[in-house]
Structure formats: C-alpha cells, structure tokens
C-alpha cells in the first residue's frame, strides 16, 4: 500500500493557564482564610532517585527545573562528595562557582525584566513592557543570553547542564574559550548597572515584614555553593545538621510541600534573606552599589526584592568576571570519588533560595534515599503569611486589583510559582 | 514543569489534529518559539521528545522558527505551525 504523506497546517498557540489558585475568605469584614495551591505534577524525583548511582544524581536532578537546573546539580554534587568525605578546591572549585553565575545572571534577569517589572509599572507583561520600554527589554534579553552563554560554556548546554559530575566536571573549558566571554560580561555589568539603577526608581509600598531570614554564610565570600546555614533567629549550623533544626510537612489545601523551622515556624529563603544577612560579604563596590540605590544593609520590604535581585545580578557579572581573569585550566578537570555507605547533605544557594538535598548511599554507590528540599517549599508558608497581609489590606479593593496586588506579593519570591501564578485563579469568597 | 505543562497541551493539540485529519503518524511538527517563550530549539526538542513518548507522534522531527520579536502579543508562547503526517 502506496504511503500517503500530508501537511497540514495548524497554527495553534500553546499556553499554560491555572496553575495555581488563591483561595481569600472576608466575614463579616475581617479576612478569615488565605490558600494559596501550586498545581505541580508531583515531583517524584526522590523516588527516581532510589537506586540509581550516585553519578547519576546531577543529570537526574538538573530536569528537575529549567531556570535553576545548575542549583540542583551543585546541591546533588556536594552531597554526594560530603558522603565520601570529599571537599574540592583549586580551579574545580572555582569553575562550580562561575557556572553558578551564570544561573544566577540568567534566573535573576528573567524575574527581574520578564516577570516581576511589569507589575510596578502596571502591565499585564513582559510583552507590554516590550512596547513600552523597547530597549529595556533588549538590554534584559541581551543579559539574559549571557548568563546562559557561561552555563553552556562550562556546562555543555544551556539549559540542563551535561557537563558537571561528581568530582569535578568531565571536561574543564579551555582558557581561551571563557576568555572569549569577558567581553559579553564587561558588556553585561554595565547592562546590570543601568538595570540596577532603573529598578530602583520602580514604586514599591513602604512596607516591612517580620521575616526569619534563613541563608548560607560563608567566611570569606558572598555564598553560593558553601557556608554554614545561618538566620535572623539566631540559627549557626552546617547543612549536615538541617534536618535536625528544619522540617517539611503537608498542607491540606496544595500539593506543594511547606517547610518550617521545628518548633518556631516560617521562615524565608532567597535574595532578601541572602543579602540581609550577607551584605558585609559583598564587594565594597557593590555595597556602594546597593547603597546608590537606596537599600541598606538589610531589606525587609519584600517588594523591594527586585532591587535586591539586581543588585545579586550585578555581583554575579563581576564575580563571572573576576573568576575567568584568574582561571587556568585544571588538570585533571575531577578527582574520582569512592563510593561508601555513608550519607551526605548539602545546601547551595539557588537564585531563588537555599536548596537542601541529603542522599542514604550503600557501599556500591546506589542512592537508597534520597530528600530534595526547594527553596519554593521553604518559602509557600511565608508567601502565604504576605498574601495574608495584603489580602487584609485590599479588603475594599476589587477582585481585579486585589488579584493583582496578590500575584505581585508572590513574584516578589520566587520566579518558578511567578511562571504558574501569571495565571492565578482567584477565588474571593464575600459571602 | 511550566515546560512540561505547555508540553503537554501542545501534544494533545498535535495528535488531536493528525487524527482529525485522516490518523496516521506525525512525522514532523514545525513550530514557532516566541521571543520570550524561554525555549531555545535543542530544549523544545528535548521536551518534545519526552512527551511525545507513546504516541502518534513519537519520532517526529522537530523543526523551529525562532522569534526576535519581544513586542509580538504571543511573545511568550509556542505556536505550532504545521505537522506532517504519514499513513497507508
């Protein structure tokens, strides 16, 4: 029988809507309940994760997220070496760190100019503001490319790495091929400037909030893949001691994990929370920087996040910056790591917050278990307290306004629920 | 899995269309990434390929038009702009 081969055309616009739900209860003029449900597919990656090698855990982890997948990798590779008593250094060291500059260059970009600016300036998108601010918006794509162009550099693709082991990474990049960036980056740290400049004259409430920051700390640097984790609240601990000061529970209302601190409550994770208790880590130019822009040595207003965003951007160009001018190809680019019946835990910074992982590992290398802990999970039970607060103010607002008002307090946070919540589903229960 | 969930409503598009035009298998879907959809081509191939495991259109080759144009309304989107089938 003759095969029939046919084109047809569909021209058909995929879209994502309703996501995630709001669900805001006023009785007899006071608010009585806020939930706020994130409908993600479960997960199931710590289920994947049983019984694999361990050497499989950075390119499992890394689908995990599309905007932060080298977070995941660098928090998978750190536990593993933490189980085999391993620590790197050297240009290895410094290598993990770049690659994470550029996650951070091209998550905090995206959130800045794609998902949270249209919102101060009273448009429904990124779209818009490309019709209003034309050039901004090339500036921000322009800086966004950069940042993907180092993941790819060092981690072989843009979007989830294949490059990055444990151990190290199975092929370092030449000298010559970072070097051929520095011009893209010099270009970008002036780009974050300008962008560091314009978010700072965006109109923010004046508002602060009662946050337990929760960070990493380390002793030299601005953190990024090491440190103790540290808060406001007087917690000091390594990440081995996490599970025994922080836990994860269930709420009725979403599918999304909460985390709290045992016995005391939420807390929050991320660029506020970073910066407030790590601003003496950044370099002087930077702090001046920030100082420029109107921010002190610590932030409590959460609509100022997107300041502190660029203000994290810019440290990332220049750190980017700083590594390749010292960089010298290691050789060999991993050292081999022995498996052993021992577990590890590490805690890196995402650009959206800490993320945990622990993995169980049996004396043949194979995951037996395996805790991933997001910064979105930390955060849903302290977004959920801002909605709380906002939604008791709006209370005499329209549902259009107070819809709005609601979806900027979450995109303050975190730019994985921000994707799902340019969609919320608002529920206003008046009756 | 904002990827995956776009993913998923695009193949459900795709193979509802094959079958609405006579069944047969897609090979080859042509699609148009918005300017700020956040997919470049590798990484739609690689979506594509995951969801479309099992079904018509498992196998199809995927070819892009990537867009520069932040100002387009669908910026942020995919569009599908054709598919290919094959039958007999």
């Known amino acids: 029988m003759a095969v029939e081969t046919r084109t047809i055309r569909v021209d058909y616009l995929a879209r994502v809507e309703g996501e995630g739900s709001l669900y805001v209860r006023f009785r007899d003029g006071a608010l009585e309940d806020v939930r706020l449900a994130i409908f993600e597919p479960p997960r199931f990656f710590e289920a994947f994760l049983r019984g694999r090698a361990l050497a499989e855990a950075p390119d499992i982890t890394a689908r995990i997220c599309g905007i932060c997948p080298v977070a995941y990798q660098m928090s998978a590779v750190h536990a593993m070496e933490s189980a085999a008593g391993i620590v790197l250094g050297g240009q290895i060291r410094a290598l993990r760190r770049l690659i994470y500059c550029g996650e951070w260059i091209e998550s905090h970009v995206l959130h800045i100019y794609m998902l949270h600016a249209p919102d101060f300036l009273g448009l429904p998108d990124a779209v818009q503001l490309a019709r209003t601010h034309g050039d901004l918006v090339r500036q921000g794509l322009r800086m966004k490319k950069i940042g993907n162009a180092l993941i790819e550099a060092i981690g072989g693709r843009a979007i989830h790495p294949v490059n990055v082991r444990v151990g190290g990474f199975w092929k370092a990049p030449a000298q010559d091929h970072l070097h051929a960036l520095l011009p893209d980056l010099r270009w970008g740290r002036d780009a974050a400037i300008k962008t560091l400049q314009f978010v700072a004259t965006l109109p923010t409430p004046d508002v602060e909030q009662e946050y337990e920051f929760v960070s990493l700390r380390h002793p030299h640097e601005y953190p990024l893949n090491e440190g103790h984790i540290v808060s406001s609240g007087g917690i000091g601990i390594t990440p081995q001691e996490w599970p025994a000061v922080f836990e994860e529970f269930q709420v009725r209302h979403s599918s999304a994990l909460h985390a709290r601190v045992k016995a005391r409550g939420a807390y929050l994770t991320g660029p506020l929370a970073r910066y407030s208790l790590n601003f003496d880590r950044l370099p002087p130019a930077i702090q001046q920087a920030a100082r420029d822009a109107g921010l002190g040595e610590t932030c409590r207003n959460p609509f100022k996040s997107i300041v502190v965003r660029a203000v994290e951007t810019l440290f990332a160009f220049d750190e980017a910056i700083r590594i390749i001018e010292q960089y010298q190809e290691p050789t060999p680019s991993f050292v081999a790591v022995e498996p052993r019946n021992a577990t590890g835990h590490a805690a890196t910074e995402a650009p959206r917050g800490l993320l945990y992982q622990r993995y169980d590992i049996d004396g043949e290398g194979l995951i037996a278990h395996a805790q991933i802990v997001p910064p979105t999970s930390q955060n849903q039970a302290t977004i959920e307290r801002d909605l709380w607060r906002v939604a008791e103010h709006g209370q005499g607002m329209v549902d259009s306004e107070l819809q709005a008002l609601c979806e900027q307090s979450i995109r303050n946070h975190d730019p994985c629920i921000s994707c799902a919540t340019h969609f919320l589903d608002l529920t206003v229960d008046r009756a | ?88």
């Open chain 2, 1 to 88: 899995m904002h990827e995956a969930k776009l993913m998923r409503d695009l193949m459900a598009h795709i193979t509802a269309s094959a079958e609405q035009n006579g069944g047969g298998r897609v090979t080859g879907v042509h699609v148009w990434l918005g300017a700020l959809s956040h997919f470049t081509p590798a990484h739609f191939v690689e979506h594509f390929e995951d969801a479309s495991a099992g079904t018509a259109a498992e196998g199809a080759a995927v070819t892009s038009e990537v867009s520069t144009d932040a100002r387009d309304p669908d910026a942020l989107w995919v569009r599908v702009l054709s598919i290919t089938t094959e039958s007999g």
